[in-house]
Nanobody, 116 residues
Framework: QVQLVESGGGLVQPGGSLRLSCAVS????????MSWYRQAPGKERELVAS????????NYLDSVKGRFTISRDNVKNTVYLQMNSLKPEDTAVYYC?????????WGQGTQVTVSS
């Protein structure tokens, strides 16, 4: 059974940092790309960052480039999102995602709120 469990969200002041984690089980983690999405109230879900199975390739949403870093630990079966210099517009529910064709898998989401 595939499971993705996020943690690490919370309330942070503008300019602060958070690290999200997504613990994965139920499949061979290192064989699959992983992604972080986010969804703010009243907006569509958007792709924030992706990382290849081996970790050698990453992609980012333009608005988070230089501030967010996606990484993975293929021994701990965990993917991370380090978020620095957070802005109020980063406020959203953040979701961990992977695709094992033909199915899509999502975590339950973790709330990130950036506010003074």
């Amino acid at each position: 059974q595939v499971q993705l469990v996020e943690s690490g969200g919370g309330l942070v002041q503008p300019g602060g940092s958070l690290r999200l984690s997504c613990a994965v089980s139920g499949f061979t983690f290192s064989n699959y790309a992983m992604s972080w999405y986010r969804q703010a109230p009243g907006k569509e879900r958007e792709l924030v960052a992706s990382i290849s199975g081996g970790g050698g390739s990453t992609n980012y949403l333009d608005s988070v480039k230089g501030r967010f870093t996606i990484s993975r630990d293929n021994v701990k079966n965990t993917v991370y999102l380090q978020m620095n210099s957070l802005k109020p517009e980063d406020t959203a529910v953040y979701y961990c995602y992977t695709r094992l064709p033909p199915r899509h898998y999502w975590g339950q989401g973790t709330q990130v709120t950036v506010s003074s």
